[in-house]
C-alpha cells in the first residue's frame, strides 16, 4: 500500500513570501534581505512584497541587485504615492489584493514589520 507523499519541509523548498513593513534603515529590513537573498540561492520561488516605509528601501544595492534574477518583486502602489517614490521597472506597484493573493498562495510567508517605538 502507498504511503501518503509527505509536503516537503517548506524551509528548504517551495514558495517564499516575505513582506517588509520597516524602513530600510531598521534591522528587520536587513534581516529580511537576508532571508530573501538565500532563498534565491536556494533557487526558490520567491515573492517580495514591499509595504509602507519598506518601499524606501527601494534603491537598496542589494535589492537593486536583484533586478536580473527570478524575484517576483511588488511594492504597494499607495505607499509609492504617499512617499512620492517611483518604482524601479522590474518592480510591479499593486495593491493589497495581490499582497493577499502571494499570502495565499505561498508555503512559507515572512513578515518583518518595524521596531516598536518606546514613548
Known amino acids: ?59 537598496h544595492a542589494t535589492l537593486m541587485g536583484w533586478s536580473q534574477t527570478p524575484l517576483r518583486c511588488f511594492a504597494c502602489a499607495l505607499a509609492l504615492e504617499v512617499h512620492e517614490i517611483e518604482a524601479p521597472e522590474w518592480v510591479i506597484p499593486s495593491g493589497l489584493t495581490l499582497l493577499s493573493d502571494i499570502l495565499l498562495q505561498c508555503d512559507e510567508i515572512c513578515v518583518y514589520n518595524p521596531a516598536e517605538r518606546s514613548s
Open 1 to 59: 500500500m502507498d504511503q501518503p507523499s509527505e509536503k516537503p519541509n517548506s524551509s528548504l523548498s517551495g514558495s517564499l513570501g516575505v513582506l517588509i513593513h520597516s524602513h530600510p534603515k531598521e534591522a528587520a529590513f536587513d534581516h529580511a534581505l537576508s532571508v530573501v537573498g538565500q532563498a534565491l540561492k536556494a533557487g526558490r520561488e520567491t515573492y517580495l512584497y514591499l509595504l509602507d516605509q519598506g518601499v524606501e528601501g527601494l534603491t
